[in-house]
């Protein structure tokens, strides 16, 4: 008898546990929003979990500062209403054999020791001058309008539906050799990639 069936089968089940795994991770918190008793908290703790859970599915260069850093930093700059969630949630969270940190950004230079910034829409008048001060770290950079990807920015949640969904520009994201699991990538609503567009 064969063992190649089984070991389709065995494969199909892996990769169909590995979707749903990450569908559960991305989603976390998420509620249909007019059914949340506050909406707010309901949308920044599906934002902080977002997040918290992301690092998990993005491969860093190896010439990453990442890579020489003691900490992988979550970076919120900006208005904010997360409150303790976001630390709460990566508190005991390692990436890439390092501890984890939240902080909180008040200045532009301190944005090239982040891995992952949030960047709030009260910034959204000066989303230019902040992803330009993030390149030099390679981070994922993450907002919450519509026009952040336009700016520039990799990946955007949005709550302008029933549901939250995010969406992404892959072409910033590979431009700071970033590497966004094909898992994460299929959730998203919409996916920027001019590059391949171009190509095809």
């Not at 939240?102 to 902040?130: M, N, P």
Request: with cysteine.
């Amino acid at each position: 008898m064969s063992t190649a069936a089984p070991r389709r089968n065995r494969f199909c089940a892996r990769t169909i546990w590995a979707m749903a795994c990450v569908w559960l991770l991305i989603a976390g918190n998420a509620k249909p929003l007019g059914a949340a008793q506050d909406s707010i908290a309901s949308e920044y703790a599906w934002k902080a979990n977002f997040l918290a859970k992301t690092a998990n599915f993005i491969e860093w260069p190896s010439d990453s500062p990442l890579q020489t850093a003691n900490a992988f930093r979550w970076c919120v700059y900006g208005t904010f209403s997360f409150g303790t969630s976001l630390a709460e949630m990566t508190r005991d969270v390692a990436v890439n054999g390092k501890r984890s940190e939240v902080k909180w950004i008040h200045k532009d230079a301190e944005l090239s020791g982040c891995q992952i910034i949030f960047i709030s829409r009260s910034e959204q008048a000066h989303y230019a001058k902040v992803l330009d001060a993030a390149k030099p770290g390679r981070g994922l950079t993450v907002g919450e309008t519509q026009d952040f990807l336009d700016a520039g920015g990799m990946v955007t949640l949005l709550t302008d539906g029933k549901t939250p969904a995010f969406e992404v520009n892959l072409e910033a994201a590979t431009a700071s050799k970033l590497k966004l699991s094909s898992r994460l990538l299929a959730l998203a609503r919409r996916v920027i990639n001019h590059t391949v567009a171009a190509k095809g």
